[in-house]
Nanobody, 118 residues
């Protein structure tokens, strides 16, 4: 499985960005996808996840109500729509994936930098 994240950039506080994660390498009907982020000097933080089948979602407390994770099955792509961005959202965002029965995310993308200016 290969993951290619894109869409990061510089945005002012209150603005929006949409991250994309294109997946390749196999079929994904029994996979779970997610996003993590890591800010400079901080620990990695869970952001959101989505089940490929059914589309159920779950969010970290710090982004709940502002971020939305979604998927396009036909394009094998997962998205993270980020609204009402805050400076504390500044981080490298990583797209991840795991088989439904695995206990951890085995596949990681290269990361895309999001910078939110105040």
């Amino acid at each position: 499985v290969q993951l290619q994240a894109s869409g990061g950039g510089l945005v002012q506080a209150g603005g929006s960005l949409r991250l994309s994660c294109a997946a390749s390498g196999r079929t994904f009907s029994n996979y779970e996808w997610g996003w993590f982020r890591q800010a400079p000097g901080k620990e990695r933080e869970f952001v959101a996840r989505i089940r490929w089948s059914g589309g159920s979602t779950f969010y970290g407390d710090s982004v709940k109500g502002r971020f939305t994770i979604s998927r396009d099955n036909a394009k094998n792509t997962v998205y993270l729509q980020m609204n009402s961005l805050k400076p504390e959202d500044t981080a490298v965002y990583y797209c991840v994936a795991r088989f439904a029965l695995d206990t951890s995310y085995k596949y990681w993308g290269q990361g895309t930098l999001v910078t939110v200016s105040s």
